[in-house]
T-cell receptor
Framework: GAVVSQHPSWVICKSGTSVKIECRSL??????MFWYRQFPKQSLMLMAT?????????EQGVEKDKFLINHASLTLSTLTVTSAHPEDSSFYIC???????????FGNGTRLTVT | GQNIDQPTEMTATEGAIVQINCTYQ??????LFWYQQHAGEAPTFLSY????GLEEKGRFSSFLSRSKGYSYLLLKELQMKDSASYLC??????????FGKGTRLSVIA
């Protein structure tokens, strides 16, 4: 149980374009999902907390107009990187939990390369 | 503030036992998690401690001392496939997990 699916696994896009990443909880409902970013050999950095039916909560330093998060249902959250730049190239990982006392389960991640 | 410390790198021999330590100073505590992350992959859940003591799960065990702000992950009978980063993470109340920088473990023959 507690499977989180993330799509796509990798994407290459040109600078200035937008990329959408989907995160789905396959066998449980997730009122809250989390989006992390990880640069090579660095720790997971929380970008935002995605709340179903309401606006996402962004961490300090993360541009909400650049990283659009939509949590339209209890099983789906999307992250759209708008006007992507080479410095946005990173490993983006979503996660979800079944409840306050449950562990965080991660999607397989999306490796974004902006050329 | 939130601070989680763990060694950056460790090396151990195949078949041996290795202990990865984690210390934390956080505002509040509601559980400590250990994750394994292979290069280029997402983290996978290993263990969860919310009460003091040792939790054993096969070759992996995790220990917690809340009064000392200390945890360790113990890996027994090391295998080459155990070479990965091991992430310590703390949940404080209802906030998202705070991750340490991870410990890169290299298992050598």
């Amino acid at each position: 149980g507690a499977v989180v699916s993330q799509h796509p696994s990798w994407v290459i896009c040109k600078s200035g374009t937008s990329v959408k990443i989907e995160c789905r909880s396959l066998d449980f409902q997730a009122t809250t999902m989390f989006w992390y970013r990880q640069f090579p050999k660095q720790s997971l950095m929380l970008m935002a907390t995605s709340n179903e039916g309401s606006k996402a909560t962004y961490e300090q330093g993360v541009e909400k107009d650049k990283f659009l998060i939509n949590h339209a249902s209890l099983t789906l959250s999307t992250l759209t990187v708008t006007s992507a730049h080479p410095e946005d190239s990173s490993f983006y990982i979503c996660s979800a939990t079944q409840g306050a006392d449950s562990p965080l389960h991660f999607g397989n991640g999306t490796r974004l390369t902006v050329t | 503030g939130q601070n989680i410390d763990q060694p950056t790198e460790m090396t151990a021999t195949e078949g041996a036992i290795v202990q990865i330590n984690c210390t934390y100073q956080t505002s509040g505590f509601n559980g400590l998690f250990w994750y394994q992350q292979h290069a280029g992959e997402a983290p996978t859940f290993l263990s969860y401690n919310v009460l003091d003591g040792l939790e054993e799960k096969g070759r992996f065990s995790s220990f917690l001392s809340r009064s000392k702000g200390y945890s360790y992950l113990l890996l027994k009978e090391l295998q080459m496939k155990d070479s990965a980063s091991y992430l310590c993470a703390v949940r404080t109340g209802n906030t998202p997990l705070v991750f340490g920088k991870g410990t890169r473990l290299s298992v050598i023959a």
